[in-house]
Nanobody
Framework: VQLQASGGGLVQPGGSLRLSCAASGSIFNIGDMGWYRRAPGKPRELAATITLGGITKYADSVKGRFTISRDNAKNTVYLQMIRLKPEDTAVYYC??????????????WGQGTQVTVSS
């Protein structure tokens, strides 16, 4: 099982980006999916999560600006980011709990995609 993230880049303050993360491999089912981020010199923190049924949760710092969604048919999770701020600069990692033939769900992580917000 692999998670492949894409969509990061350099954007000016106030701009927008959309991150994508696709799961592939031997997948029977995917539970919760999410996006985490690690800013320079800081620990990794949750940005947003979404359950299989579509229930979402956001960090206070991104509420109203970030929207997480998923396409279960494509095993893909998205993070739409608007009104980006310099403090959103971080490496963004996708995460998913995946049932892949084992007896329980296991957590998988994508490789990380850099988001830089700067003028």
């Amino acid at each position: 099982v692999q998670l492949q993230a894409s969509g990061g880049g350099l954007v000016q303050p106030g701009g927008s980006l959309r991150l994508s993360c696709a799961a592939s491999g031997s997948i029977f089912n995917i539970g919760d999916m999410g996006w985490y981020r690690r800013a320079p010199g800081k620990p990794r923190e949750l940005a947003a999560t979404i359950t299989l049924g579509g229930i979402t949760k956001y960090a206070d710092s991104v509420k109203g600006r970030f929207t997480i969604s998923r396409d279960n048919a494509k095993n893909t999770v998205y993070l739409q980011m608007i009104r980006l701020k310099p403090e959103d600069t971080a490496v963004y990692y996708c995460n998913a709990y995946i049932l892949s033939g084992l007896s329980s769900y296991n957590a998988y992580w994508g490789q990380g995609t850099q988001v830089t917000v700067s003028s």
